[in-house]
Every structure is written in structure tokens, then in C-alpha cells.
């Protein structure tokens, strides 16, 4: 992330570099002279100027136009001098706009983080929205960042759980369900700006985005939003309820991490999203214990998406019905499906790579209406019975690009 941010910064640097002015008055002359003999070459060319009379005599008339000349040649050297100038001076200009812009912005950074800080869930309401504010009139990428940077360092501060409704303590619930709207309102607002174009006002796609072990139990839209760049982590996060939703979310570059990451409740939504343009989405290690993640309908047709490792246990639901498998490779190498139902139903596979390596299939996994017609499907080295309606798919024989035990080749159907 660090490297990020000094790459986009970087540019706002070389804004304040200016050459000397007797080297920036050098070149500019030495341009300028270059110019002008390749515009008199040109034109004795054009115009087949074969020779010059050598005989030809000094005249007033002569005399006075090489005079005129020469005041011409002072009077563009002197427009040549003051352009310069004029251009160092708007340069310089520039430079201390931006300087008077960021001591500004970094004013009211420091007023915006002193409310997050307060005792109040109203006035850290306040300093929630004041950053959001800051974040979009950033005067460059790197203020931008840290203010995006700050709004998910509170989302991943410690937080006393909810002690209930007992009448014994509903002063401390009260402050519980405060401040859980201060936690919701940030992530309504990152999902605002994310699903804003990227180039547009207000919009933070392309940012890093650092949500690792946050606990997600509120709403959170990424509708619609392009993954194109910057690095977006939820990293260790726990999606314990509310409704995540990339629906239409397209991850075309950039990282995308959901390592580690546990779905015990709520629904996660990739309906309709489309991996492609060589981005990395990788559920490493991430567990499905309760809650509906769906990818239906979504389309893998490029870069990778990892499922290394992941855990599909009783009380959970993945649909990857409808999906289409058309490019790019989906691993689920060493994942263990184990109890709840994963949904492969009326997927398509017509092209890319799909491996189950190592996988450990005891129930519930389902490929009844899949439809095979290019790419690969590999299942090797896997533990448990097949798939429903997996060897009714693949139909007899089978096709070289999919690849099975031979124990599901012998049983039956």
C-alpha cells in the first residue's frame, strides 16, 4: 500500500521541480534557432532556390530590411525571455496554490480526526462525514488515501460487544447501538464512493482499501463498482450479518483479498459480477459456516480467483448457479466441502481452467444442469463421493478437457 501511495504521489512531486533559468533560457533558444533554420531550409526547398548572386550590392533599401531584421530577432528574443519567465512564474504559482491548498486540507484533517476521537457518537458522526468531504476535495491522490486510510483504521478499532436489553444496562446499550451507526455510516459511505465511475467526482475507485478483520454486520454496496486498480483488502473479516452486495461489480486489475475471511451470517453478493482483465480475487483460507454467498449469474473470463483452502461447512449456502466459466482459471485446491450446500447448477463451462485439487467433497455440492462445451474441469486427488448430477453432466464419454477419479467413473450416476 505504501508503494501506492508514493506512485501516485510522485507526480505532484515533479510539479515543483523547475529548471534554472539560464539553462530553461538555453534550451529555449537553441529550440527556437533549430525551428527557425528548418523553416528557412523548407521554404529555399519549396520554392527551388538553386543559387544566390554573389554579385549583388549592398542597398539602402537592402541595408534597412537587414535592420528591420535584426530588431525582429531582438524583439522575439525578449517575447522568448518573458514567455519563459511568464512560465515560471505560473509554475511557481501553482506550487503554492497547492501548498496553501494542503496546509488547508491538513487543517481541517486534523479537525475532522479530533471529532472521530470525541466521547460522542454524534460529534464522531460529524468527524465521519467531514473526512468522507475531505476525501473527495483531496488536493492530490495521497491526501485522499489518508483520509480513505483513517475512516478503515476506525472501522478495526476494538469495539465493547452489545450487552443486551437488560434494563441493567441500557445506558451501555444505547452507546453500543450509537456508535454501530457511526461503523454503519463509514461503510455506506466507502460503498457510495466506490460505486461512483472512476475519473468522476467523488469517486475512490482505484484506492486502497484496507477492511481487514473488520467485522462487517451492516450493509455495505459495491454495486456496480470496477476493481481496476489500488489493492482492496478483507483480510480476516467476519460478514456476520446485513447485506454485502457486489452485484455487477466488475474486477478487471488490481488484488482483491477475502483471505482468512468468515461468512457466518447475512448475504454476500456477486450476482452477475465479471472477473476478467487479469485481476486476483482469492478467498484463501476463507470459511462459509452460515449466511448466503452467491455468485450467480457472475462471469469468470480472466485473471485467477482462489478458493485455497476454503471451508464449506453446515449452515452455509454458495450459489454458483448460472455462472459462466468462459476464460481465467478458479482453483478450489485443498477446500473442503464438508456440509451446506454449494450450488453449481446450470453453470456453463465453455472455456478457462477450473481445478478441484486436493478437495474433500462429503455432501452437498451440486452441478445438476451443467453444461460442459470447452475448457478444462479437473477433479484430482479429491476425497469423497461426486458431486449430484456432476457425472449426469459430463455425460458418457467423457470429454478429454474434463478430468475425474476414477472411482466416480465406476460408480454410478
Known amino acids: 500500500m505504501t508503494a501506492n501511495r508514493r506512485a501516485r504521489s510522485a507526480p505532484n512531486d515533479r510539479e515543483l521541480r523547475l529548471w534554472k533559468v539560464g539553462r530553461a533560457l538555453t534550451l529555449a533558444f537553441v529550440a527556437t534557432v533549430l525551428v527557425a533554420g528548418g523553416v528557412f531550409y523548407g521554404l529555399v526547398v519549396l520554392l527551388d532556390f538553386k543559387e544566390i548572386d554573389s554579385s549583388a550590392k549592398l542597398d539602402a533599401k537592402t541595408l534597412f530590411d537587414l535592420v528591420k531584421l535584426s530588431f ?77 486510510d483513517v475512516l478503515c483504521a476506525y472501522l478495526q478499532l476494538p469495539f465493547t460487544p452489545d450487552p443486551g436489553d437488560d434494563p441493567a444496562h441500557q445506558e451501555e446499550h444505547h452507546r453500543y447501538l450509537a456508535l454501530r451507526k457511526v461503523r454503519h455510516t463509514i461503510l455506506r459511505l466507502i460503498g457510495d464512493h466506490y460505486r461512483r465511475p472512476r475519473g468522476t467526482h467523488r469517486s475512490w475507485q482505484g484506492c486502497d482499501l484496507d477492511l481487514t478483520g473488520v467485522i462487517i454486520d451492516g450493509s455495505l454496496d459495491f454495486g456496480g463498482a470496477a476493481f481496476s486498480g489500488g489493492r482492496v483488502s478483507f483480510h480476516g ?41 487479469g485481476s486476483m480475487v482469492s478467498f484463501h483460507g476463507a470459511t462459509f459456516s452460515g449466511g448466503e454467498v452467491s455468485f450467480h449469474r457472475a462471469t469468470f473470463s480472466d485473471g485467477r480467483v482462489w478458493f485455497h483452502r476454503a471451508t464449506f461447512s ?67 486427488d479429491v476425497t469423497g463421493p461426486a458431486p449430484r448430477g456432476l457425472l449426469t453432466a459430463v455425460g458418457t464419454p467423457t470429454p478429454g478437457s474434463v478430468i475425474l477419479p476414477s472411482a466416480w467413473l465406476t460408480s454410478n450416476p
Open 237 to 277: 473479516a467476519a460478514f456476520s450479518g446485513g447485506r454485502v452486495s457486489f452485484h455487477g461489480a466488475a474486477f478487471s486489475g488490481g488484488d482483491v483479498s477475502f483471505d482468512g475471511a468468515t461468512f457466518s451470517g447475512g448475504e454476500v453478493s456477486f450476482h452477475r459480477a465479471t472477473f476478467s482483465g
Open 72 to 148: 525582429g530577432v531582438v524583439a522575439g528574443a525578449g517575447a522568448l525571455v518573458a514567455l519563459v519567465v511568464a512560465y515560471r512564474r505560473q509554475r511557481v504559482d501553482e506550487a503554492g496554490a497547492h501548498r496553501e491548498a494542503t496546509r488547508l486540507h491538513t487543517e481541517r484533517f486534523s479537525q475532522a480526526v479530533d471529532k472521530l476521537g470525541s466521547d460522542s457518537p454524534a460529534v464522531r458522526l460529524g468527524g465521519v462525514h467531514a473526512l468522507a468531504g475531505l476525501a473527495d476535495d483531496a488536493p492530490d491522490d495521497s491526501l485522499r488515501q489518508t483520509c480513505i
Open 314 to 380: 453446515s449452515g452455509g449456502t454458495v450459489f454458483f448457479d448460472g455462472a459462466t466459466f468462459s476464460g481465467g482459471e478458479v482453483f478450489f485446491p485443498d477446500a473442503t466441502f464438508s456440509g451446506g450446500d454449494v450450488f453449481f447448477n446450470d453453470a456453463a463451462f465453455s472455456g478457462g481452467e477450473v481445478f478441484f485439487i486436493g478437495t474433500t467433497f462429503s455432501g452437498g455440492v451440486s452441478f445438476i444442469g451443467t453444461t460442459f462445451s470447452g475448457g478444462r474441469l479437473v477433479f484430482r
